[in-house]
């Protein structure tokens, strides 16, 4: 049976998946996503736009990508609340995502998740925003996440090899990854 969407329910499904995704996502990636025309898309785009009008949230556009952010009216808001989580410590969440990217990056999102068993998405933003980790483009639309040069810096290492224990950690992490995978392949087979 196949399903039509209207203009109105293809924004509202856009603006799930640019919350849901919190990164930038092209046309073609929507119109796949929701098996509709890349046209639709930009209807679509267009009505959610006009949706977030005088609103807090809007549609940013970058060339082919488009993704929801904060209108330029809450800077000050917004300002105020990362001075406010930069001046927090990182926690246990915090530490412990830092030492996934810096064993494990460049990493994927996913990945990160799928090893602490959370969603880390909001750890994420406070390490990009104090600075300690960074994206890197994996091609087409995967993101990772790897330290930067100033956290490496602040370990005191000139490379991520360096770091104590890394080659042990690595290890661990590659026989985990077997063990789970074979654990998932033997489910499959029940």
């Known amino acids: ?16 998946l640019l919350f849901f995704k919190g990164e930038p996502v092209t046309v073609s990636f929507l119109a796949k996503t929701l098996g509709v025309s890349e046209e639709d898309a930009l209807h679509g785009l267009d009505v959610l ?12 556009q970058n060339a ?6 904060t209108a330029p009216q809450m800077g000050p808001m917004i300002e105020a609340l ?14 412990e995502t830092l030492a996934t990217v810096l064993y494990r990056g460049p990493i994927l999102r996913s990945e990160i ?6 969603n880390s998405n909001y750890i994420l933003r406070n390490l990009l925003v104090r ?3 960074e994206k890197v483009d994996q091609g087409g639309r995967s993101t990772a996440y790897q330290p930067t ?13 360096d770091l104590p224990g890394y080659e042990e950690i690595k290890k661990a992490v590659e026989e985990f990854k077997q063990s789970d995978t074979e654990k998932d392949h033997g489910h499959e087979e029940e």
Do not use: P, W
């Not at 990362?82 to 530490?95: H, N, P, W």
């Not at 040069?149 to 090899?161: A, I, P, T």
């Open 64 to 69: 082919n990508e488009y993704m929801l952010g």
């Open 1 to 16: 049976m196949c399903v039509i969407l209207t203009r109105m329910e293809i924004s509202r499904q856009i603006e799930a």
């Open 149 to 161: 040069f100033e956290l490496l810096s602040y370990m005191g290492v000139s490379k991520v090899s």
């Open 82 to 95: 990362l001075k406010e989580d930069l001046s927090k410590e990182l926690g246990k969440a915090g530490l």
């Open 131 to 133: 600075g300690l980790i």
């Open 113 to 118: 998740n799928y090893l602490r068993g959370v």
């Open 49 to 60: 736009r006009q949706e977030l009008s005088g609103r807090g949230i809007i549609l940013m």
